[in-house]
């Protein structure tokens, strides 16, 4: 099978502008875990295998019943309120000790990022999590990670921070649940009580959330659980129905790609993806082995996969580190069906979608289903045969 190697070389970063970052502060000497205020909650530890959200359907031309529409998210048909619902964005380690997490194979869009220590860090984007029993296990978070969160208009849901992303969480109009105050997060611990952890995992990768105790949370601190029509874009990705799928066969550049290895771009997770011709999705790994829901036991898949090559810069010496996440005109990949093309990406503002262009600055076409979102370094090197 022919094998394509494409090296990026770094771009360099020109400015990154950073308020309230404080890089005077230090970060608390002892881990997360010390810091933490959750409440013990009497929820089963082992939980049945269940099938995935049951409002949710596989594509077809028309909706299964009234009151049915079209997923942002996915473009599956999803009940009217759930599409009107604002989604949650939910911090998921790759630490191999941490896995699997609860739900997150319910994530219509998964993100996947570098953080410090060279390791790895996920963001789900999951819609119709209000009756989910337990969802996690949940980690902090990162600057960079807000604003993938915000152009979804998700309520942020996460286990702390550091500091350099205090200005930007503490925002009047960015909604987030946090299980603690600590890293320089601010403004207290919003919803730290709807926080609850079990015996499945040694902490910190052991705390958890559920869609009722969201709710609550969500009451308590007065967010909006519908989107809020001044930050939300409904029409974020362009989608084509599974009865016309997109099989990159119009475009001459495409090349086969059934297997996409990420080992240089998450060099710990050795992330990688291989193509399911039965399925028409690529499935992913994580450290050599499958990825999979905790509550499914179903390995993670998607329609979709996005390599979105990013401007980065190391902050200090403790490697916290800064994506240019607003950019325009930078380069990536998008593989579908076994193929790939090459892409550019553009997002002009804090809510603003990011849109992806083929070569000649058409908006590309996603197929029906969920989409995995590799945020990588410029400079590091993609390999897909």
């Known amino acids: 099978m022919k094998r394509m190697q494409v090296l990026l070389i770094a771009g360099i970063m020109t400015a990154i502008c950073l308020t ?3 890089k005077d502060k230090e970060e608390p000497a002892s881990s997360e875990i010390e810091s933490i205020t959750v409440q013990e909650e009497a929820i089963p530890e082992e939980e049945e295998k269940t099938e995935e959200a049951e409002d949710v359907y596989v594509d077809d031309e028309e909706p299964p019943a009234d009151g049915y529409v079209r997923s942002s998210l ?11 619902s604002r989604p949650i964005a939910v911090m998921m380690p790759t630490d191999s000790e941490a896995q699997p997490q609860y739900n997150i194979g319910n994530a219509g869009v998964l993100y996947e990022c570098m953080e410090e220590g060279s390791i790895s860090r996920q963001m789900a984007i999951i819609e119709g999590w209000q009756d989910m029993e337990k969802i996690g296990n949940i980690r902090s978070c990162r600057r960079y990670y807000i604003y993938m969160g915000l152009e979804w208009d998700a309520i942020i849901v996460h286990f702390g921070g550091v500091f350099y992303m205090e200005d930007l969480i503490t925002r009047s109009d960015v909604d ?3 299980g603690t105050s600590e890293f320089g997060t601010g403004g207290g611990a919003p919803g730290s009580n709807s926080f609850f952890r079990s015996n499945d995992k040694s902490a910190p990768h052991n705390a ?5 105790n969201l709710t609550k949370a969500i009451d308590s601190l007065g967010y909006s659980k519908e989107h809020r029509s001044e ?4 029409n974020h990705f362009t989608f084509t129905n599974s009865s016309h799928p997109n099989t990159l066969e119009d475009y001459s550049e495409a090349k086969t790609a059934t297997k996409i290895d990420l080992s240089d771009v998450f060099p710990v997770t050795k992330s990688y993806l291989e193509y399911d ?9 994580l450290h050599n082995i499958e990825q999979v829901d905790a509550a499914t036991g179903e390995q993670l898949s998607f329609a979709n996969v996005i390599v979105q090559m990013t401007n980065s810069a190391v902050l200090d010496a403790k490697d916290y580190k800064e994506f240019q996440m607003i950019d325009s005109g930078r380069s990536g990949y998008y593989f579908t069906k076994g193929k790939c093309i090459p892409i550019t990406w553009t997002k002009t503002s804090d809510y603003a979608p990011t849109k992806y262009y083929d070569k000649a600055g058409n908006e590309i076409v996603l197929n029906t289903g969920k989409t995995y979102i590799a945020v990588a370094q410029e400079g590091t090197t993609v390999k897909f045969e």
């Open 20 to 22: 309230g970052c404080g």
């Open 74 to 84: 996915t473009n599956l048909w999803v009940p009217e309120e759930t599409a009107k």
């Open 176 to 178: 987030n649940i946090s």
């Open 208 to 212: 958890y959330n559920s869609g009722e």
């Open 231 to 234: 930050y939300w874009e409904p």
């Open 277 to 285: 011709e039965e399925s028409g999705t690529y499935k992913k790994w």
